[in-house]
T-cell receptor, first 112, second 113 residues
């Protein structure tokens, strides 16, 4: 079965360090999403790409977060510098526009 | 704006019990409605969906009916199994925005043998 692959599965880092999370969307999907999941806020949309172009990143703190798709097989989410409040599970999802989303297993981030 | 409200969890049931997880929404127009399920340590998976009023989505014994008059999309299952233990998310997507899903806060379900 095709699936969305996220790496790393777990990341523990210290405050101030750069964190890079990677996502390989399902081949052929033209939309990619980044979500953040916390107990307090639930699932929050951070960024949305269509055909590799960023269309909506209004949910993302611009001063420290950045999302890119250098090619169709890779999406990245970077946090620099990281802060303890960034601790969460970060999910990548891909799909064909208007169709259901396929989620990766997430990156569990802990910022100490 | 759009929003989804789910019944608060956690919900604990015995095997073979009847399940209802309430979901109501606020949106303009005619959104599509979804239930996603998240098993421990995994990402979300689409469970079922309905795209217009009175549609019933169903999958794996779960059902939900799109009720426009009550702006609801309650999830039901007649007889739950231990393997149904997961977090369930109600979500909507506006017809005018074939992109973004708005999720509810999730409801943790635990089924005991």
């Amino acid at each position: 079965d095709a699936r969305v692959t996220q790496t790393p599965r777990h990341k523990v880092t210290e405050m101030g360090q750069e964190v890079t999370m990677r996502c390989q969307p399902i081949l052929g999907h033209n939309t990619v999403f980044w979500y953040r999941q916390t107990m307090m806020q639930g699932l929050e949309l951070l960024a949305y790409f269509r055909n590799r172009a960023p269309l909506d990143d209004s949910g993302m703190p611009k001063d420290r977060f950045s999302a890119e798709m250098p090619d169709a097989t890779l999406a990245t989410l970077k946090i620099q510098p990281s802060e303890p409040r960034d601790s969460a599970v970060y999910f990548c999802a891909s799909g064909l526009e208007g169709e259901k989303l396929f989620f990766g297993s997430g990156t569990q981030l802990s910022v100490l | 704006g759009n929003s989804v409200t789910q019944m608060e969890g956690p919900v604990t049931l015995s095997e073979e019990a009847f399940l209802t997880i309430n979901c109501t929404y606020t949106a303009t127009g005619y959104p599509s409605l979804f239930w996603y399920v998240q098993y421990p340590g995994e990402g979300l998976q689409l469970l079922l969906k309905a795209t217009k009023a009175d549609d019933k989505g169903s999958n794996k014994g779960f059902e939900a009916t799109y009720r426009k008059e009550t702006t609801s999309f309650h999830l039901e299952k007649g007889s739950v199994q231990v393997s149904d233990s997961a977090v369930y998310f109600c979500a909507l997507r506006k017809a005018s925005s074939a992109r973004q899903l708005t999720f509810g806060s999730g409801t943790q379900l635990t089924v005991l043998p």
